[in-house]
């Protein structure tokens, strides 16, 4: 059975076609600084909101129009299964991603659940068989039932950490079984609401117990997957724990964590925490803590996770900067965890939207390589920061001064002669740069 009769196979058609279901920007095959495209961009379908999202907001019921709506349970579960290979294979993406709950559904039991869980990955498996996709990474649900209300490593019910600890075992198995090559960690409600009734010191001690046990136990079964923690100010819980990169860095560095986990960063989840996607993307690089990208945008107008298809090629080569700044994503990838909009209901707006996010990210790679060949910003900021290159700044840099010496310094300067930041050129070379990049055929 074919779940998107209307799409053949979506291919790169360049930048003149009117194809619809063409890549006018992203070519898998174009060499980027030595390695192809789809080497370096490592795009990703999320399962949850591509095959399982209904349409629904927080003042109307689903809209979304699929094929195996009539479905329910496990034939639901199966037929998604289907559908997402088929869905991979015509727009030829390398990489899927999945929560445990959205691939299988979840039973009153655990134990059922764990078997729902079970038959559907023997069911991806045969499909991983014949197929190029792989799982970039997979994670549990701990947000979703009435039971995490409270949270799940972070608790006060010592049940629900347990309960928590048996679902990201099963993640892990999971994982090795699939070769997945990344696990993530999302805290959905690893927060709290008020300080009132909360033991703050109680609950980041235990989330850093719960890491240490799920690092012994990967290595236990031999998964050796890279182990993510991606950062969301808020949503659902007023004080997220994982705020920002800032915030996870200090938090595994207290709790000897720090070589065991890199970042998986949310464009969305940046704007949220009043950053820039390309500030979390270099706090990250900065510190070696760039692991994966979760490629969506938010909506300025809106104060929520909108999670929409990345299309602001500005951002997007900034990003793309940082990230060929970073020589890529290693074992991460760029994953659209992004939905469409809720009247965009047909199958059809699947693919226009992956479409538009990967022909995106395409422009604002290309830009991104031709900023770096070209020295535009790393001349700049070379010669603005010069003074440590020589004479105080340079003892300041290697060390070899103190307050005595500055202080000696400071006292015989007659004047101190500062340069332009000239952000507004800079912001215009970067729009030459965008428009350079669209007149090329």
Not at 141 to 150: A, G, I, K, V
Not at 162 to 180: C, D, I, Q, R, T
């Amino acid at each position: 059975m074919s779940y998107f009769k209307n799409v053949q196979q979506v291919k790169f058609e360049g930048s003149q076609s009117s194809n619809p279901f063409a890549y006018k920007y992203y070519n898998p095959e174009e060499k980027i600084n030595g390695k192809s495209m789809e080497e370096l961009l490592r795009f990703a379908v999320s399962y949850w909101h591509t095959f399982t999202g209904e349409g629904t907001d927080p003042f109307g019921a689903g809209t979304a129009v699929r094929p195996y709506n009539h479905l329910s349970g496990m034939d639901l579960a199966k037929a998604r299964v289907e559908a997402s290979f088929e869905f991979f294979e015509k727009l030829d993406v390398p990489f899927f991603c999945f929560h445990d709950i959205d691939v299988a559904p979840e039973s009153d039991s655990l134990s059922e659940t764990l078997k729902n869980i079970d038959e559907i990955v023997a069911m991806i498996k045969d499909y991983l068989k014949t197929s190029k996709v792989k799982l970039l990474w997979n994670t549990a649900n701990m947000f979703t039932h009435p039971r995490w209300l409270h949270g799940a490593a972070t608790a006060p019910n010592a049940d629900i950490f347990a309960y928590a600890a048996a679902k990201v075992k099963k993640g892990l198995e999971v994982g090795k079984e699939l070769g997945a090559e990344n696990y993530v960690f999302w805290g959905g409600r690893e927060g709290y609401e008020t300080l009132l009734n909360t033991d703050m010191g109680l609950e980041l001690d235990n989330l850093a117990r719960f890491f240490h046990m799920a690092k012994d136990y990967a290595k236990e079964i031999g998964f050796d997957a890279q182990f993510l923690i991606e950062p969301k100010p808020k949503e659902p819980t007023k004080h997220q724990y994982d705020f920002d990169v800032a915030t996870g860095l200090a938090f595994l560095q207290k709790y000897d964590l720090q070589d065991t986990f890199k970042f998986n960063i949310e464009a969305n989840h940046a704007t949220l925490a009043g950053h820039t996607f390309e500030h979390e993307l270099r706090t990250a690089r900065v510190n070696g803590m760039l692991g994966s990208v979760d490629a969506n945008q938010g909506d300025t107008l809106l104060g929520w996770d909108t999670d929409e298809f990345p299309t602001d090629l500005y951002s997007t080569t900034l990003a793309m900067y940082e990230i060929l700044k970073n020589d890529g994503l290693g074992s991460g990838g760029l994953n659209f965890d992004a939905k469409v909009r809720r009247p965009s209901f047909d199958t059809d707006d699947l693919f226009h939207a992956h479409i538009a996010g990967m022909d995106a990210f395409a422009i604002g790679t290309k830009v991104a390589q031709r900023l770096i060949e070209d020295k535009v910003l790393d001349d700049f900021v070379a010669d603005r920061y010069k003074s440590y290159t020589e004479g105080i700044g340079l003892d300041i840099v290697e060390g070899k001064t103190d307050f005595h010496k500055l202080e000696k310094h400071a006292l015989s300067l007659t004047e101190i002669n500062n340069k332009s930041g000239r952000q507004e050129l800079l912001k215009a070379t970067i729009n030459k740069y965008l428009l350079e990049t669209f007149a090329q055929k």
